[in-house]
């Protein structure tokens, strides 16, 4: 089955089928021109002699002419000759069995011919050899040719011969034919098939070539051995398997180009498939999924689902076959999405997403409606204060001195309040600028954030807050400022048990890997509401809306962090759940500098 399969098979059976057929026609055909060619030759032959004998007779005495008659005939081949009517001579052979009887010589309608119309007569006539063999008929060739003796008109010679001779003949020339034949077709058989491999060795070596190609080998060439159609044929699988790599070359980097061109970009992009199956994302669409997650219970997420929002736009754009635009808000950050069909010719295989961070622009147009409230906030409080005690003192409602004493105090405190204000806001400005210094140190982590928290140690004790510390367990060393990171720390850890209720906790946590330090700060407090996460890091933010003064600061302390962290090339987040707690993360990287 498998040689019938391959081209070998296929070219050598096909050869041997045909070579094999003109062998059978033509083996036909010689049988039968042998066949005839013998009949034809032994008439000739016996027509011949009969002829001869019959001369004989006429030109010679009966006994010499009977003589010489015998002499020309083979043991094989009968003779009658007949005078007249009741004389006769049958040749003296050994073979005596074989002798047709008189009458049947005379009374033979075809056979008297020879003595009326005086003509020669041939005739094939089936003859019993035995009488008690009337089943066992032979064919003989009868030859019938008038005489003329001197004394008699009506003579003939009939010479006659079994035709088992020329047919052991026709055997011999069968046996030979088919011999003949038989070699034929088993060196047909061995030449067809050398022929046959000698022209599949190049298309197997194609085939292997082939295969090599499929598994990506594209330098893969076939020696080319030949010049006619196989020739061409394998010059025109190394131009394919050139051009292949070409054009493989030329996919691989537009792939990397495309990558590269996606991983830049500053928008989130989602690729879909058909049945929604997320296919592609870049880094934003990373960070974008990633917050969603968290918001579904991290533990609970399915890392292959996508927001509900954005999978309801992307069946409308398969549905309707048009670009798709919406909004959701996901931690507290505003993001706008636009879907678009993919088309495969005519067919849609797929969405393109587009995801864009707006959080910025809304921040910007917030802080633009709610700066100057903010500062004249800031500032309204503490100078209507300084106004009213400074007016009492001038006015001499305050009684005695310790009074006095006390809206003095209240005016200097508040003072020192606005001084704070301004100072961080230069600072601030000052940071915003690009004009902040580092004073870079190589710092041993463990002692540096056992230090910070031991100050807080105090202040969580008197909240009934529980202050913990999570740190690596091996000592080690990184490179940053300590004054500033303190300056950071102290807001981070100040802000979390500020607004952590009794019997909270605060936890500071650190841990170091090949990107840099993380610091986690993590409380157990009342949280951020979502729509506020987009703004801790703004000036003037507040959690406390209705900034009650001894717990709320002046709402620059987290903008200075970030500030502080960004000249670090750091980044630092939040995440939070409203009653829930919030955790800041911090990661400093290895080349700050």
């Known amino acids: 089955m498998m040689l019938w399969r391959s081209v070998v098979g296929k070219l050598w059976i096909t050869t041997l089928l045909l070579v094999s057929f003109v062998l059978f026609i033509l083996t036909i055909m010689l049988l039968e021109f042998f066949e005839n060619y013998h009949i034809n030759e032994t008439e000739k032959g016996l027509t011949d002699t009969a002829q001869k004998i019959a001369r004989i007779l006429e030109e010679h005495e009966k006994e010499i002419g009977l003589e010489i008659a015998w002499e020309l005939v083979d043991d094989f081949t009968k003779i009658v000759i007949i005078h007249k009517e009741n004389e006769y001579n049958y040749s003296p052979n050994k073979n005596q069995s074989f002798q047709l009887p008189l009458s049947y010589l005379t009374e033979d309608k075809d056979l008297q011919k020879v003595f009326t119309e005086k003509k020669t007569v041939q005739k094939i006539s089936p003859f019993s050899i035995k009488e008690e063999m009337d089943n066992d008929k032979t064919k003989i060739l009868i030859i019938g040719v008038p005489l003329k003796e001197t004394d008699n008109e009506n003579g003939a010679v009939f010479i006659y011969q079994s035709l088992e001779v020329m047919q052991e003949t026709t055997r011999t020339t069968t046996k030979f034919i088919f011999l003949a034949a038989g070699v034929a077709i088993i060196l047909t058989t061995i030449f067809a098939f050398f022929l046959s491999t000698r022209i599949t060795a190049p298309l197997r070596k194609m085939r292997e070539a082939a295969f090599e190609v499929a598994r990506g080998k594209f330098d893969t060439k076939i020696p080319l051995t030949s010049h006619d159609e196989i020739g061409e044929l394998a010059i025109a699988f190394n131009q394919m398997g050139k051009q292949l790599k070409f054009n493989m070359n030329a996919l691989s980097q537009e792939k990397e180009q495309f990558a590269s061109i996606l991983s830049g970009m500053a928008d989130g992009v989602i690729t879909f498939n058909r049945d929604g199956t997320i296919l592609i994302t870049n880094p934003p669409a990373d960070r974008f999924l990633h917050n969603w997650y968290y918001e579904q219970e991290e533990g609970n997420a399915d890392t292959a689902a996508v927001p509900s929002k954005v999978m309801e736009l992307f069946q409308q754009a398969v549905n309707t076959e048009k670009e798709q635009v919406g909004e959701i808000s996901i931690q507290g950050r505003f993001w706008v999405m636009i879907v678009s069909p993919l088309y495969n010719n005519k067919y849609i295989r797929g969405a393109v997403a587009v995801i864009r961070d707006m959080t910025e622009e809304r921040q910007l147009d917030k802080l633009r409606q709610d700066f100057i409230a903010n500062v004249s906030h800031e500032l309204r409080t503490p100078i209507s204060m300084m106004q009213g005690y400074s007016e009492a003192i001038v006015d001499d409602i305050a009684g005695t001195d310790d009074e006095k004493k006390e809206m003095a105090r209240v005016i200097y405190d508040e003072s020192l309040r606005m001084g704070r204000l301004v100072n961080e806001l230069l600072d601030l400005a000052r940071m915003e600028a690009g004009h902040i210094q580092l004073t870079i140190e190589e710092i041993e982590v463990h002692s540096y954030f056992q230090k910070i928290i031991r100050k807080f140690q105090g202040l969580a004790k008197d909240k009934g807050i529980m202050l913990e510390q999570e740190l690596e367990g091996t000592e080690a060393w990184f490179k940053f400022d300590p004054d500033r990171l303190d300056q950071v720390l102290t807001n981070l850890i100040d802000n979390a048990i500020r607004h952590t209720p009794e019997n909270g906790f605060v936890k ?48 620059l302390g987290l903008a200075i962090a970030k500030n502080i962290v960004n000249a670090h090339k750091g980044q630092i987040t939040v995440q939070s759940k409203l009653g829930q707690g919030t955790t800041f993360s911090i990661l400093i990287p290895r080349k700050n500098e």
Do not use: N
Request: glycine letters at 12%; hydrophobic letters at 30%; a negative charge.
């Open 508 to 555: 500071v946590s650190e841990q170091m890997d090949e990107r840099g330090l993380i610091i986690e700060v993590k409380d157990s407090g009342s949280g951020i509401p979502e729509e506020d996460l987009p703004f801790v890091f703004e000036r003037f933010y507040k959690a406390d809306k209705a900034r009650t003064r001894g717990r709320s600061g002046t709402g």
